[in-house]
């Protein structure tokens, strides 16, 4: 009988360390039950979120991922069997299911959408066409509702939800500032993504180097939250608008996280600040796509793949975008 390899969470990681906390098993290939659908997993996307998942919090937008559980993931890749009439052996798929060579999912919990096939790279279905991109156009659009003219700053900026939002607020006529961390990130945000300035917060004064800009800022996409927030806050334009994406910068820790020191700046400078979440708008979030797709099919959408081969190298891929090692989208290739 084939052999299905899986990830399991047998314990909460410390810090990144997550060859302590995690174990790859053997199992036979499961087979679908009525409803359900096998996935051929070819990629696993590697997602800061899902850091969250594998606390014990409870408070989280959704509930911790149970100990003794497969590691669960955006997943993309070929239907290998179902018994759902709306998928077939051969479709490309999308959908949270299990870091694993195969993945068994029921398509509503799991969200499994039919993807194109004819895109050039399949893996844009991760990257500029994938829940990335969609996260990052709600949260520019529809949250902090930018307009041409104004100034953007997007942290975690050459990660892949940030490497978007930059682009995104770029084609929408806004003037881009990123923050990211190291040399080779912030040149990558100036050359290959045409950003007015990036700003390298392991090496630079973050407050200070927005204190510089004329207007202060009067959009904030924020990835990371934490003390870069504290820098940013002081640095808003009057009215200006914080879409709370992610707070990356807090996901490892077991506990709840002081909110920002410089809340006080939310009166001053009557600033609004939302927390979103994709899943809210996924309703309409298909309209987004033709946009998404012909900026894509023009050059002016990119996304850089960080690819790691092999599901038995999960682990350090996982790391490795938390810690900041990838430029773009980290993505694991398990088969195709
Ligand atoms: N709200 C939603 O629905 C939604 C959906 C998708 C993603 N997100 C959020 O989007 C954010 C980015 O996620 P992603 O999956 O696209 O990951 P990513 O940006 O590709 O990778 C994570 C990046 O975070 C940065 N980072 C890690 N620790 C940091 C710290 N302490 N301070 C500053 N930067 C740090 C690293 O870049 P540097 O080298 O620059 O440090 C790293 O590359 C996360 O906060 C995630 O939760 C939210």
């Known amino acids: 009988m084939a052999d299905n390899r899986y990830w399991r969470l047998d314990d909460h990681p410390r810090g990144n360390d997550f060859a302590a906390a995690f174990s790859l098993q053997h199992e036979p290939v499961p087979a679908p039950g009525p409803g359900q659908v096998l996935i051929r997993n070819h990629w696993l996307s590697m997602d800061a979120g899902t850091r969250m998942w594998i606390t014990p919090r409870t408070d989280g937008y959704q509930p911790p991922l149970p100990l003794g559980s497969k590691m669960m ?9 179902s018994r759902d009439s709306a998928f077939a052996e051969g479709d490309l798929v999308r959908c949270f299911g299990q870091w694993a060579d195969y993945a068994l999912v029921d398509p509503a919990a799991s969200a499994l959408t039919k993807v194109d096939a004819d895109v050039g790279d399949v893996r844009q279905h991760l990257g500029a066409l994938g829940l990335n991109a969609l996260t ?13 003219g104004e100034t953007v700053l997007v942290s975690a900026a050459a990660g892949a939800t940030g490497s978007l939002a930059c682009q995104i607020a770029r084609n929408l006529g806004c003037t881009v500032i990123g923050i990211a961390g190291g040399p080779e990130k912030c040149r990558y945000l100036i050359e290959e993504l045409g950003l007015a300035q990036a700003i390298d917060y392991r090496n630079a004064d973050v407050a200070a180097a927005l204190a ?13 939250g934490g003390p870069m927030l504290d820098a940013v806050l002081p640095n808003m334009a009057h009215y200006g608008r914080i879409a709370l994406c992610g707070l990356v910068s807090t996901y490892d820790s077991d506990a709840p996280v002081p909110g920002p020191a410089r809340f006080d700046q939310l009166l001053m400078r009557r600033l609004t600040i939302t927390g979103f979440f994709l899943p ?18 023009t050059g002016k959408l990119a996304m850089r793949f960080e690819e790691t081969h092999g599901l038995e190298r999960a682990l350090d891929a996982y790391a490795g975008m938390l810690t900041g090692r990838n430029i773009g989208k980290a993505i694991v290739r398990v088969h195709g």
Request: net charge negative; aromatic share 12%; glycine share 14%.
């Open 73 to 81: 993931g955006l997943c993309l890749g070929e239907v290998a069997a």
């Open 136 to 148: 990052a156009w709600a949260g520019l659009v529809e949250v902090a509702k930018v307009q041409p």
């Open 212 to 224: 510089a800009l004329p207007g202060g800022i009067n959009a904030y996409f924020d990835n990371v």
């Open 280 to 297: 809210d708008f996924l309703d309409r979030a298909g309209g987004y796509l033709p946009q998404l797709r012909a900026w894509l099919d």
